[in-house]
């Protein structure tokens, strides 16, 4: 049985269609690689998959539950990290992690246990009482995939996780995500726009455009399918070249933000 399994997913705002009818499924353990351009409907996708989100029709099962049903249950089920930071400058290392586990309501022995296990996982224990102000973003991006599986999640989800790092600390990123991947057995779906990085570390990848999945399957045979040599080609073949505008979801998101801000 899948760990994740998205059935005829749709979702409009008002006249436009941002997720258009796909279905796909994510293998337990598997490392899932969901690409697509500016617009393509990955952000919408990703918010209904984390409960952030309702969809206009289709059916999602993430760990054998359905979010509509049982969000509570869903979220225990994954972790998150999303593309902007979300740790807090003005608290330690140590102070994060105990945040969020208080937030998932762990016991304290266990909490403290699994937030030493973690650090140092991510090799930030030495670190733990500093304040995240003095970090740097690779720091910070360890921190948060720390956080993200805290409460011993089975899914964890990585909004492009690299962006905005140099190439040795996206390096060092990606290796913390595969050993957890290897040693945790977490189940891991990523966006990027980093192509080699999908190409190196996906097992199953899924191509959206314009709300539509246009092809799925390993980098291999995503490029056998285009008669490219990269996937960045393949990437290009499937989608065009042309520039995108932010998809329908993300403009929202931004629309709200700024009314919030605005009534301060």
Do not use: C
């Amino acid at each position: 049985m899948p760990i994740i399994s998205v059935q005829n997913l749709t979702k409009k705002f008002g006249t436009f269609t941002a997720v258009d009818d796909i279905s796909f499924d994510v293998k337990k353990g598997e490392i899932f690689a969901f690409l697509g351009p500016n617009g393509a409907g990955k952000t919408t996708t990703i918010k209904i998959l984390t409960t952030l989100r309702q969809p206009t029709s289709g059916s999602i099962r993430l760990d054998d539950k359905d979010p509509l049903a049982d969000p509570e249950g869903v979220r225990r089920s994954f972790g998150i990290v999303f593309q902007d930071p979300s740790v807090d400058d003005e608290l330690t290392a140590f102070e994060n992690m105990e945040f969020h586990g208080v937030l998932y309501g762990m016991e304290k022995q266990l909490r403290r246990k699994r937030i030493e296990q973690l650090l140092t996982f991510v090799g930030l224990w030495d670190r733990k009482d500093e304040i995240l102000s003095v970090f740097s973003g690779g720091m910070k991006r360890r921190l948060e995939i720390a956080r993200g599986l805290l409460h011993h999640p089975k899914v964890l989800f990585l909004d492009e996780p690299t962006v905005g790092l140099d190439p040795q600390t996206r390096n060092h990123i990606w290796e913390y995500i595969q050993r957890l991947n290897r040693e945790e057995g977490v189940t891991i779906f990523f966006t990027t726009h980093y192509m080699e990085e999908a190409d190196r570390v996906a097992s199953q990848i899924a191509v959206i455009d314009h709300g539509k999945i246009l092809k799925q399957g390993s980098a291999q045979a995503l490029k056998e399918a285009t008669n490219t040599d990269s996937l960045e080609q393949a990437f290009l073949s499937l989608t065009g070249e042309g520039i995108r505008e932010e998809e329908a979801g993300s403009i929202d998101h931004l629309r709200m933000r700024h009314r919030l801000w605005t009534r301060r």
